[in-house]
């Protein structure tokens, strides 16, 4: 069976079926161990009070009484000394009984029929409706020797109590099975929606709603399921964006490589025009090998091992070095830089570090205006180090300032057509900060500057 549900509900049937196998097993045990003695002593005692009754009673009419007997409820078997013997009550099933114990009850004693029957499974021993299932006992009529054997007619007495247990068990076995073929459906069903579910997510479908409100395991698993595929949802959108952007952000300089690339391969092209094609293809191909090594140090940064490098470095002297590589920069738009920088070791990863600070800085010179302004402060504090940037640039609005960290994404292109960038330079920031376990925050105005404020704690 390969379902969930057939599986369980042949399993609870088995478990049902044991189990009133077991019941039945015990409830026999305990018969021949413990009731069947009891039942042999109890029937012996009836036989007595029959004996004793006869032999005080000499008048007696012997058969009248023993029919009168076998009429409230006993199967009787009578013999006499001369082997003349007679059944009274309903028939035995078998009819068998050695000679001898005829013979020894006639001779006085007691026969133990029903303690002495063999042990056997499902209670048999109690209903089995054999001569050989009964209290023998000898008594004395006019002068006669008598044996007499004798068991209760459970067939007459038990018989309403037989059906209706019989009718129980019945019943309680339809209803249970029944019950279980119905509860399982229940329990097992959300578990079918699950399965159906993954099989969705499986073929790209992660539009998943479960409709499975309870408050159980399988509730829980059905909620944890649907925040997961949600999740799921959201990466595979991401996923899909990136690629799209990832692949128009080669496109373009490509093309525009191509383009200038067969402008060259004009015969009649005057150095000038050359020079300045050649210029264009350089500068693309610079801006594709940025946004490769950009790209690389993302991924780079998403796996585990990424921050594994980090040491004890001298932060005073990486960034007096980063400012004095772009000095160059900074003269050429006319910006001035002026710094606050204490000597400060801090541990952390440095390579990835340079790219925080660099990311920041060419930022805080393409997005400033002439003549600007940059501030570039360190705050060494006793727990933590705060590295603060603030220009006179073009400042963002509320709703760029917002989606500055995310991948590829530029501000108002209108503003910064004219400017080099990627859109990944800030999410590497905030990803390498966040590996550092620090915070990044941005104060900006609209046309007025931004400041940039990365605080690290001291590990
Ligand atoms: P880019 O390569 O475009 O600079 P970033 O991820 O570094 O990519 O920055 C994302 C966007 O955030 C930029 O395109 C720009 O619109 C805005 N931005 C970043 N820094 C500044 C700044 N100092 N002043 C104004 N806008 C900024």
Same mark, same amino acid.
Do not use: F, P, Q, W
């Given at each position: 069976m390969k379902s969930i549900y057939s599986k369980f509900v042949l399993t609870t049937i088995a478990i049902i079926l044991a189990s009133t196998l077991i019941g039945f097993f015990v409830a026999n045990t305990y018969y021949h161990q413990v009731m069947k003695p009891l039942n042999d002593e109890k029937n012996l005692k009836v036989a007595q009070q029959i004996t004793s009754y006869i032999e005080a009673q000499q008048q007696l009419d012997l058969e009248k009484y023993l029919v009168n007997i076998a009429s409230i409820g006993y199967q009787l078997y009578l013999i006499d000394e001369t082997g003349r013997d007679r059944f009274f009550g309903a028939e035995f099933k078998n009819n068998q009984l050695l000679e001898k114990v005829k013979s020894d009850v006639l001779a006085g004693n007691y026969y133990h029929g029903m303690k002495e029957f063999p042990r056997e499974t499902f209670v048999t021993g109690f209903f089995a409706n054999e001569l050989r299932n009964t209290i023998g006992a000898p008594f004395k009529h006019e002068n006669k020797q008598y044996a007499i054997f004798l068991r209760p007619d459970i067939k007459l007495l038990f018989n309403e109590v037989h059906t209706l247990l019989g009718w129980m068990i019945v019943i309680m076995l339809i209803s249970s099975i029944s019950l279980v073929v119905i509860s399982s459906k229940f329990l097992v069903q959300p578990i079918a929606?699950?399965?159906?579910?993954?099989?969705? *997510?499986q073929e790209g479908n992660f539009n998943i709603a479960l409709d499975i409100n309870r408050q +159980?395991? *399988?509730?829980?698993l059905a909620k944890n399921f649907e925040e997961m595929s949600s999740k799921l949802r959201q990466l595979d959108e991401m996923r899909t964006e990136f690629v799209s952007n990832v692949s128009h952000d080669f496109q373009s300089p490509?093309?525009?490589i191509q383009g200038y690339a067969h402008l060259l391969e004009q015969e009649h092209l005057s150095q000038q025009d050359k020079a300045a094609y050649i210029g264009i293809i350089l500068q693309e191909t610079t801006r594709l090998s940025l946004l490769t090594k950009q790209l690389l140090l993302l991924t780079s940064l998403e796996k585990e091992e990424s921050?594994?490098?980090a040491k004890i470095f001298d932060l005073m002297k990486q960034l007096k070095?980063?400012?004095?590589k772009y000095m160059w920069l900074l003269d050429e738009k006319k910006v001035t830089l002026t710094y606050t920088i204490p000597p400060v070791q801090f541990y952390g990863d440095p390579a990835l570090l340079y790219n925080v600070w660099e990311n920041l800085l060419t930022n805080? *010179?393409?997005y400033n205006r002439e003549n600007g302004e940059i501030r570039l402060t360190v705050c060494d504090e006793e727990n933590q180090l705060q590295v603060i940037i603030? +220009?006179?640039? *073009?400042?963002?609005?509320e709703e760029e300032k917002n989606r500055i960290f995310e991948r590829f994404y530029r501000a108002d292109l209108s503003r910064t057509r004219s400017i080099e960038g990627?859109?990944?330079?800030?999410?590497i920031v905030y990803k390498v900060v966040s590996l550092h376990q620090g915070t990044i925050s941005v104060v900006s105005e609209w046309q007025a500057g931004t400041t940039f404020i990365v605080t690290l704690p001291k590990l």
């Open positions: 929606k699950l399965t159906s579910a993954t099989k969705k *997510i +159980d395991e *399988i509730g829980r490509l093309l525009n921050y594994s490098k070095e980063l400012v004095h805080a *010179i393409k603030t +220009d006179t640039g *073009i400042g963002m609005k990627t859109g990944l330079g800030l999410s």
